[in-house]
């Protein structure tokens, strides 16, 4: 939606004029003074989504009409169009049937994490702190690997000798970020020491790792991608079985959907026991639109299929499911092709996406996933899935150095709110404990 210029007018200080709160004559006749006071309140507030919802959900226990009110209250607050008010409520709503909730705790972080996506404010400072929190907790058995290596090894005094920059590999290595990986981070350092005239010198342990920090974070920059002009969005989703690519696939559904994007996931991975079956529920949990052939139908065909109806039908976002069978790799990669020709046969130039899912906790397994799949000439970026108490997160350096594929999503636990976008800055920091 984008309400940041709208902002001005709910926290433009004291002198603001007055907000025009107009919930409807019948919510109006309702209110209490509480209730009438809420628009100050919200003016009064620190401009952060938490706090605003500390106030509209003051009293609430639950789903209830209260609950509605108060949300119609912000999204009026915020001058968001009526339609897109009403989508939103709508939507949450049937979110809360589906998954059978009814009590404020089972969904305030789900109401958060929904409202950041639909007014654009994942990138503000509250919605980046709770990221870094579930960040730091994720990379943690990572980071207790890192740790007592790098402590040791940035010590005050210590030579910066060859003993040293061997350390310094044997502790990355231990982090599983591989051994090339290693031996150029360990390079890229030293290149960096002598640069600055400090080649011998220990700057001390917080310049070095502060060092290791940066170049860390200049190896997982991400480059900007061009939006897409001529919907729909079609996502072709790629990963063996087991790498989370199933609820992968409703998370971004679900991400889509907060943002008002209407959405189709089509179950293309036709040869799996039960993965037809599974997505489709996934599909009906996330309220996203669903098209399959059944049990053993050509993936093709059920590509074509979706990216017709898609066309036909006006969808923003199309995400296809394909199959993950590594005993299978040349036919897997022949499949793979005659997908992306019959998408880009209806949809010049799509899919514009083809997501390579790979699971953390099969470290430097991987990599080897990630050189069968980029083999095939399509994947244009990752998404790590499964970092939430693994010990193998390194691997993400290792392969954003091995095959400069942007990771551009993380998997930090099994909540719908859980995948979040890769934020290199943050990444490094949680990797040195520096978060």
């Known amino acids: 939606?984008?309400?940041?210029?709208?902002?001005?007018?709910?926290?433009?200080?004291?002198?603001?004029?007055?907000?025009?709160?107009?919930?409807?004559?019948?919510a109006e006749q309702a209110l209490d003074n509480r209730e009438a006071a809420l628009p100050a309140a919200l003016r009064e507030a620190p401009p952060k989504l938490s706090a605003w919802l500390d106030i509209l959900l003051a009293g609430v226990e639950g789903v209830s009409p209260l609950l509605w009110q108060r949300l119609a209250l912000l999204f009026t607050a915020l001058e968001a169009p009526p339609d897109e008010a009403e989508n939103f409520i709508g939507g949450f709503k049937r979110w809360l049937e589906n998954m059978g909730y009814s009590s404020l705790?089972?969904?305030?972080?789900?109401?958060?994490?929904?409202?950041?996506?639909?007014?654009?404010?994942?990138?503000?400072?509250?919605?980046?702190?709770?990221?870094?929190?579930?960040?730091?907790?994720?990379?943690?058995?990572?980071?207790?690997?890192?740790?007592?290596?790098?402590?040791?090894?940035?010590?005050?005094?210590?030579?910066?000798?060859?003993?040293?920059?061997?350390?310094?590999?044997?502790?990355?290595?231990?982090?599983?970020?591989?051994?090339?990986?290693a031996t150029e981070l360990t390079r890229r350092l030293r290149q960096k020491l002598a640069q600055s005239g400090g080649a011998g010198k220990n700057p001390g342990g917080a310049g070095l790792r502060e060092l290791l920090r940066r170049e860390l974070a200049r190896v997982f920059q991400t480059p900007r991608r061009i939006g897409v002009i001529d919907p729909p969005e079609i996502l072709l989703m790629v990963g063996v079985n087991g790498?989370?690519?199933?609820?992968?696939?409703a998370k971004l559904a679900h991400r889509a959907i907060a943002r008002g994007k209407k959405t189709l996931i089509a179950a293309g991975d036709t040869f799996r026991a039960a993965a037809v079956e599974q997505l489709e529920i996934w599909a009906k949990r996330v309220g996203a639109d669903f098209h399959a052939k059944g049990q053993n139908a050509d993936p093709a065909a059920v590509a074509y299929e979706a990216t017709e109806k898609a066309l036909k039908e006006s969808y923003d976002f199309l995400l296809i499911d394909t199959a993950g069978r590594?005993?299978?790799?040349?036919?897997?990669?022949?499949?793979?092709?005659?997908?992306?020709?019959v998408i880009n046969r209806l949809h010049p130039?799509?899919?514009?996406?083809?997501?390579?899912v790979l699971d953390a906790n099969t470290?430097?397994?991987?990599?080897?996933?990630?050189?069968?799949?980029?083999?095939?000439?399509?994947?244009?970026?990752?998404?790590?899935?499964?970092?939430?108490?693994?010990?193998?997160?390194?691997v993400?350096?290792?392969?954003?150095?091995?095959?400069?594929?942007?990771?551009?999503?993380?998997?930090?636990?099994?909540k719908m709110d859980d995948l979040r976008p890769f934020d290199g800055e943050a990444f490094a920091s949680a990797l040195l404990g520096m978060d």
């Open 1 to 26: 939606m984008g309400f940041f210029s709208s902002f001005k007018n709910l926290f433009g200080g004291r002198d603001s004029p007055a907000l025009d709160v107009k919930p409807g004559e019948a």
């Open 105 to 181: 705790g089972d969904f305030r972080s789900e109401l958060q994490y929904r409202l950041a996506l639909a007014l654009d404010l994942e990138d503000e400072e509250d919605e980046r702190s709770r990221l870094l929190i579930k960040l730091g907790e994720g990379l943690a058995k990572t980071r207790a690997n890192f740790g007592q290596g790098l402590n040791a090894l940035f010590r005050p005094g210590r030579a910066l000798d060859q003993s040293f920059w061997d350390e310094l590999e044997e502790t990355l290595l231990l982090g599983d970020v591989g051994f090339e990986a």
């Open 326 to 341: 590594l005993q299978t790799k040349t036919n897997l990669m022949e499949e793979l092709e005659k997908i992306h020709r």
């Open 396 to 414: 993400a350096l290792a392969i954003a150095m091995r095959y400069a594929l942007p990771i551009t999503f993380i998997g930090l636990g099994e």
């Open 243 to 249: 790498s989370g690519k199933t609820t992968t696939i």
């Open 349 to 356: 130039g799509a899919p514009q996406r083809c997501i390579l």
């Open 363 to 394: 470290g430097q397994n991987a990599l080897s996933q990630a050189a069968l799949f980029k083999d095939s000439g399509k994947v244009n970026e990752i998404i790590l899935t499964k970092l939430d108490g693994t010990a193998k997160g390194g």
